[in-house]
């Protein structure tokens, strides 16, 4: 068996308890630990990624219990994909922590590497209750995040997050309940053989239970109308944190995509491709609510929030026509507004810690240190998150308005998305003048620009555009690797036979 | 029993419900709970109810009743404990941070408004957290 599979999963869960135990009071030693951690995720996530890039998929019976009885990791090309992404991110925003942020309250860095394992397990499962466990995981580490450095208004806003997903979780458990009670498998695999043959009778509830679960995801993914914990949560959280949460809501993408092409598919019978009414007007409605809110923050925070709604909008929308080639115009998309919404998290809070009581908020201030350096950063990151040329956010948005063309509703995607990126590209502009531009008009130049500044974080948002820059030169090759991808999620027999023909083998 | 348990999940689900959406976090957690206990149950039997039926292998068996769900409400149980005990936690540490225990964020209204809240607070909205805080746990 390939042991490659268990490590990104391995490896932070070790790593977290390590820093627990062992480097609680040494922050050198856990912040040389901690970055190591995210190079080796890495390494890991790029061995993986080669691997899956020769089409096959690769299976993980975990402790050797041949599926659908035991749980199976599953290494196709869009979970590898989805590893390597994370471990970018994760190691772009502990670069930014390990500037001295990371000090502001305890047990940074376990939370820190609890969530990537929780995230490189939602990635990899092949059984959704096993995926609810990952999601479990990956939500205590957040609210820990979350809630880093402290203060009431945090704290409070962090009581918001946690109540929100506690319910999320029933949710999920009553759709994991009602989709097991008809089908007798949690296996995704099993799950795709079994619901064609569920009986007419049964069918109420099973697509109740695949509705309750998109709601799931839909939640996690900031979907309209269940997107309203996000702006609090992210304005609210600390910049670095909300930069990895960029993350936290493709993990509800993913699982959409995941799940409601193998199993409520071309293959499904009647419950065949449940998911798409019910995402595609609220894709676009919360593309629109996103942008919108962009334009209509009071700060800079709220901007970044309502972005990465708009974003996900964008995404889910895209993903709800459910072709090989819209689908790889989303995975697209997912990779570029994932960098650029941590870019520009990590930029707004640089912002914030400059301005003083202002924070972030959207008002006339001083001119603060680095102040021109910062400006162009949120130049280039707003651009990125807008879809402007040239950074790859147009690229992506490029290729949805080619890919949903021949769809019957191609008047509403382009009517929409050009629309609103004119509102987002509008309400950047504006934040960006007010705290940036009109700032030089005020005589008081802020005495503190003498402050030496920390390097690391100017190097993890610089890192993070990068990122975004290689998307943009690298697009043809991407593009080309992404339809790949895209085909293997739409030939689900090909997954099906990875998971369950082991078992054949096994016995 | 099918009613007797029907009728359990169905009243703790809307009371459940209904607590979350009150205003201050001591009904809200104990709705949450009432939603896990609800959800528990409902997981329970998913498996089908049955009576006298043993989940494991046994000699004297006639029958079996499905094992798994079980399985999964013992994961849902700890997992539910676990998140129970965070956002008590949560809930005290807010309600010490900001003097109370409103699940709203003060004034959300409008920033203004916000700008008050913290005044009447007597406290500045801070980025870290406070001394005497950091100084009880360490």
Same mark, same amino acid.
């Given at each position: 068996?390939?042991?490659w599979l268990?490590?990104?999963?391995?490896?932070?869960?070790?790593?977290?308890?390590?820093?627990?135990?062992a480097?609680?009071h040494?922050?050198?030693?856990?912040?040389v630990f901690?970055v190591?951690?995210?190079? %080796?995720?890495?390494?890991?996530?790029?061995?993986?990624?080669g691997?899956a890039?020769?089409g096959?998929?690769?299976?993980?019976a975990?402790?050797?219990?041949?599926?659908?009885?035991?749980i199976? %990791?599953v290494l196709d090309r869009l979970?590898?994909?989805?590893?390597v992404?994370?471990?970018?991110l994760?190691?772009?925003?502990?670069l930014?922590?390990?500037?001295?942020?990371?000090e502001?309250?305890?047990?940074f860095?376990?939370?820190f590497q609890?969530q990537l394992?929780g995230?490189n397990?939602?990635?990899?499962?092949?059984d959704?209750?096993?995926?609810?466990?990952?999601?479990?995981?990956l939500?205590?580490?957040?609210y820990?995040?979350?809630v880093h450095g402290?203060?009431g208004?945090?704290v409070?806003a962090?009581?918001q997050?946690?109540?929100?997903?506690?319910?999320?979780s029933?949710?999920?458990?009553?759709?994991?309940g009602?989709?097991?009670?008809?089908?007798?498998?949690?296996?995704?695999?099993?799950?795709a053989?079994?619901?064609?043959?569920?009986?007419?009778?049964?069918?109420a509830?099973?697509?109740?239970?695949?509705?309750?679960?998109l709601l799931?995801?839909?939640?996690?993914a900031?979907?309209?109308?269940?997107?309203?914990?996000?702006p609090?949560?992210?304005a609210n959280?600390?910049?670095?944190?909300?930069?990895?949460f960029?993350?936290?809501?493709k993990?509800?993408?993913?699982?959409?995509?995941?799940?409601?092409? %193998?199993?409520?598919g071309?293959?499904?019978g009647?419950?065949?491709?449940?998911?798409a009414?019910?995402?595609?007007?609220?894709?676009l409605?919360?593309l629109?609510?996103?942008?919108?809110?962009v334009?209509a923050?009071?700060?800079?925070g709220?901007?970044?929030s309502?972005?990465?709604i708009?974003?996900?909008?964008m995404?889910?929308?895209?993903v709800?026509v459910?072709?090989p080639?819209?689908?790889?115009?989303?995975?697209?998309?997912l990779l570029h507004?994932?960098l650029?919404?941590?870019?520009?998290?990590?930029?707004?809070?640089?912002?914030?810690?400059?301005?003083?009581?202002?924070r972030?908020r %959207?008002a006339?201030a001083?001119?603060?240190?680095?102040?021109?350096?910062?400006?162009?950063?949120?130049f280039?990151?707003?651009?990125?998150m807008?879809?402007?040329p040239?950074?790859?956010g147009?690229?992506g948005?490029?290729?949805?308005l080619?890919?949903?063309?021949?769809?019957?509703?191609?008047?509403?995607?382009?009517?929409?998305?050009?629309?609103?990126?004119?509102?987002?590209?509008v309400?950047?502009?504006?934040?960006?003048?007010?705290?940036?531009?009109?700032?030089?008009?005020?005589?008081?130049?802020?005495?503190?620009s003498?402050?030496?500044?920390?390097v690391?974080?100017f190097?993890?948002?610089?890192?993070?555009l990068?990122?975004?820059v290689?998307?943009?030169?690298?697009a043809?090759p991407v593009?080309?690797?992404l339809?790949?991808?895209?085909?293997?999620?739409?030939?689900p027999?090909?997954?099906?036979?990875a998971?369950?023909?082991?078992?054949?083998?096994?016995? | 029993?099918?009613?007797l348990?029907?009728t359990?999940i169905?009243?703790?689900?809307?009371a459940?419900?209904?607590?979350v959406?009150?205003?201050?976090?001591?009904?809200?957690?104990?709705?949450?709970?009432?939603?896990t206990?609800?959800?528990?149950l409902f997981?329970?039997?998913?498996?089908?109810?049955a009576?006298n039926?043993?989940p494991?292998i046994?000699?004297?068996?006639?029958?079996y009743?499905?094992p798994?769900p079980?399985?999964?409400?013992?994961?849902a149980?700890?997992?539910?404990f676990?998140?129970?005990?965070?956002?008590?936690?949560?809930?005290l540490?807010?309600?010490?941070e900001t003097?109370n225990?409103?699940?709203?964020?003060p004034?959300?209204?409008?920033?203004e408004?916000?700008?008050?809240?913290?005044?009447?607070?007597?406290?500045k909205q801070g980025?870290?957290p406070?001394q005497?805080?950091?100084?009880e746990?360490?």
């Amino acid at each position: 068996m390939n042991h490659w599979l268990i490590l990104p999963i391995l490896l932070p869960a070790v790593l977290g308890a390590l820093l627990v135990v062992a480097a609680r009071h040494d922050a050198l030693l856990s912040r040389v630990f901690s970055v190591a951690s995210c190079v %080796l995720l890495l390494i890991v996530g790029l061995v993986l990624l080669g691997m899956a890039s020769d089409g096959s998929i690769r299976v993980y019976a975990l402790g050797d219990w041949v599926a659908p009885f035991g749980i199976v %990791l599953v290494l196709d090309r869009l979970s590898a994909l989805m590893l390597v992404l994370t471990a970018l991110l994760g190691l772009g925003v502990l670069l930014y922590a390990v500037g001295g942020w990371d000090e502001r309250g305890k047990h940074f860095h376990p939370l820190f590497q609890f969530q990537l394992m929780g995230l490189n397990g939602a990635f990899l499962t092949g059984d959704f209750f096993n995926l609810f466990v990952f999601f479990e995981i990956l939500l205590i580490a957040s609210y820990g995040l979350m809630v880093h450095g402290g203060g009431g208004l945090r704290v409070k806003a962090g009581v918001q997050y946690v109540v929100t997903n506690l319910v999320g979780s029933s949710l999920f458990l009553i759709a994991v309940g009602l989709i097991y009670s008809v089908t007798g498998t949690l296996n995704m695999a099993d799950l795709a053989l079994k619901v064609p043959q569920v009986p007419p009778a049964d069918q109420a509830l099973l697509q109740t239970g695949a509705v309750l679960l998109l709601l799931v995801f839909g939640v996690k993914a900031a979907l309209v109308p269940l997107h309203f914990w996000l702006p609090g949560t992210y304005a609210n959280a600390p910049g670095p944190v909300a930069a990895l949460f960029a993350i936290m809501t493709k993990v509800g993408a993913y699982s959409i995509i995941r799940l409601y092409v %193998l199993a409520f598919g071309e293959q499904a019978g009647e419950a065949a491709w449940l998911a798409a009414p019910w995402l595609l007007p609220a894709g676009l409605l919360t593309l629109v609510m996103g942008m919108t809110g962009v334009y209509a923050a009071r700060s800079l925070g709220q901007m970044a929030s309502f972005a990465v709604i708009g974003s996900m909008g964008m995404l889910l929308a895209t993903v709800s026509v459910f072709t090989p080639q819209s689908l790889s115009a989303a995975l697209y998309y997912l990779l570029h507004s994932t960098l650029a919404a941590a870019a520009l998290f990590l930029v707004v809070d640089l912002v914030a810690e400059r301005r003083g009581m202002l924070r972030d908020r %959207l008002a006339l201030a001083p001119r603060f240190a680095q102040g021109t350096l910062i400006a162009g950063l949120f130049f280039a990151a707003a651009i990125a998150m807008a879809g402007m040329p040239p950074l790859s956010g147009f690229l992506g948005k490029l290729l949805v308005l080619d890919a949903v063309r021949s769809h019957s509703q191609a008047v509403w995607f382009w009517a929409l998305i050009l629309s609103t990126s004119l509102i987002a590209i509008v309400g950047f502009a504006r934040g960006g003048s007010l705290v940036f531009w009109k700032s030089h008009a005020l005589e008081t130049s802020a005495a503190a620009s003498r402050r030496p500044a920390a390097v690391l974080p100017f190097v993890a948002v610089g890192g993070l555009l990068a990122a975004l820059v290689v998307l943009t030169v690298a697009a043809g090759p991407v593009h080309a690797w992404l339809e790949l991808a895209a085909a293997q999620i739409f030939a689900p027999s090909g997954y099906i036979e990875a998971v369950l023909g082991t078992a054949k083998g096994g016995q | 029993m099918e009613f007797l348990i029907a009728t359990a999940i169905g009243a703790m689900t809307a009371a459940g419900i209904y607590l979350v959406l009150r205003a201050r976090t001591f009904p809200v957690i104990i709705g949450l709970s009432l939603l896990t206990y609800a959800t528990n149950l409902f997981l329970f039997a998913t498996g089908r109810l049955a009576v006298n039926l043993p989940p494991v292998i046994s000699g004297e068996a006639v029958a079996y009743t499905d094992p798994l769900p079980q399985a999964l409400v013992l994961t849902a149980i700890v997992i539910s404990f676990g998140m129970t005990a965070v956002i008590v936690v949560m809930a005290l540490r807010a309600y010490f941070e900001t003097g109370n225990d409103h699940v709203d964020l003060p004034g959300e209204a409008s920033p203004e408004a916000r700008e008050d809240d913290w005044k009447l607070l007597g406290r500045k909205q801070g980025d870290g957290p406070r001394q005497s805080v950091v100084e009880e746990r360490a």
